[in-house]
Nanobody
Framework: QVQLVESGGGLVQTGGALRLSCAAS????????MGWYRQAPGKQRELVAR???????NYADSVKGRFTISKNNAENTVYLQMNSLKPEDTAVYYC??????????????WGQGTQVTVSS
C-alpha cells in the first residue's frame, strides 16, 4: 500500500504564488516518475509537470516559465512551485507517482487532490 499526501493548495490572487508538496510513503522500492496533474471543472485531467528518477522534467506549455517541479529523493517528496498564477490555473491539483513496490511491480498512484483557486 502506498499513500500520497498533498499539501499547499489554497486561494491566491492573480500574479501570486503557491507551493504544492506531495509526500509518498508505504510499500516503495523505487519511484520512477512523480508529477502533478490538474482538473478544472468540466475539463479533463491534464499533465502539469513531471520529473523522472534521473531528474528529467516535462511541463505543459501553459505553465512553462511559471511553474517549477522539483523533488527530494530521500523523503520521496515532490514539489511544485507555482509563480505568476492566473485564473486559468484554478483547478484541483493531483499528485501522481509511478513506482516499483517491493515485489518489483510497477504501479500508478494518485493523491487525493488539493484545490488551487486563483482570483482575478
Amino acid at each position: 500500500q502506498v499513500q500520497l499526501v498533498e499539501s499547499g493548495g489554497g486561494l491566491v490572487q492573480t500574479g501570486g504564488a503557491l507551493r504544492l508538496s506531495c509526500a509518498a510513503s508505504g510499500n516503495i522500492f523505487r519511484i520512477n516518475i512523480m508529477g502533478w496533474y490538474r482538473q478544472a471543472p468540466g475539463k479533463q485531467r491534464e499533465l502539469v509537470a513531471r520529473i523522472t528518477d534521473d531528474y528529467s522534467t516535462n511541463y505543459a506549455d501553459s505553465v512553462k516559465g511559471r511553474f517549477t517541479i522539483s523533488k527530494n529523493n530521500a523523503e520521496n517528496t515532490v514539489y511544485l512551485q507555482m509563480n505568476s498564477l492566473k485564473p486559468e490555473d484554478t483547478a484541483v491539483y493531483y499528485c501522481n507517482a509511478v513506482l516499483l513496490d517491493y515485489t518489483r511491480v510497477q504501479r500508478n498512484y494518485w493523491g487525493q487532490g488539493t484545490q488551487v483557486t486563483v482570483s482575478s
